[in-house]
Nanobody
Framework: QVQLLQSGGGLVQAGGSLRLSCAASGLTFRSYAVGWFRQAPGKEREFVAAFSRSGGYTYYTDSVKGRFTISRDNAKNTVDLQMNSLTPEDTGVYYC???????????????????WGQGTQVTVSA
C-alpha cells in the first residue's frame, strides 16, 4: 500500500523558514515525479515545486523561485521542501504528491498525480 507521510510545517513569522518533508512507503521516489502543492482557504490547489521522474529537472512556480528548494534523498526515500523568506502569501495547506506516469508538460497539474500526502499547515504571520 502506497503512503506518503508528511512532516514539518507550523507557524512562523514573515521572513522565517520552514522545512517540509515527505516520506514514502510502498513506492520509490526515484521512479516517480514528486511535487509539492499548496492550498489556501477558498482557493484552488496550486503548484509549488516538483522533481521530474528522472530527478534531473526541478520546477518551481515563479513566486517561490529563489526562496524554496525541493530536494530528494534516495537513501531515505524522502522529498523535502525548504522554504525561506516566507511571506503571509505562502500560508496554506501543503501537500506532497507523486506519480509514476506523469509527463513533463503536466507536472504542474495537481489533477495528474495519483498519490498524495495528508497535508500539513503552514501559517506565516505578518
Amino acid at each position: 500500500q502506497v503512503q506518503l507521510l508528511q512532516s514539518g510545517g507550523g507557524l512562523v513569522q514573515a521572513g522565517g523558514s520552514l522545512r517540509l518533508s515527505c516520506a514514502a512507503s510502498g513506492l520509490t521516489f526515484r521512479s516517480y515525479a514528486v511535487g509539492w502543492f499548496r492550498q489556501a482557504p477558498g482557493k484552488e490547489r496550486e503548484f509549488v515545486a516538483a522533481f521530474s521522474r528522472s530527478g534531473g529537472y526541478t520546477y518551481y512556480t515563479d513566486s517561490v523561485k529563489g526562496r524554496f528548494t525541493i530536494s530528494r534523498d534516495n537513501a531515505k526515500n524522502t522529498v523535502d521542501l525548504q522554504m525561506n523568506s516566507l511571506t503571509p502569501e505562502d500560508t496554506g495547506v501543503y501537500y506532497c504528491a507523486a506519480d509514476r506516469t506523469i509527463i513533463l508538460s503536466s507536472i504542474r497539474d495537481f489533477r495528474q498525480y495519483d498519490y498524495w500526502g495528508q497535508g500539513t499547515q503552514v501559517t506565516v504571520s505578518a
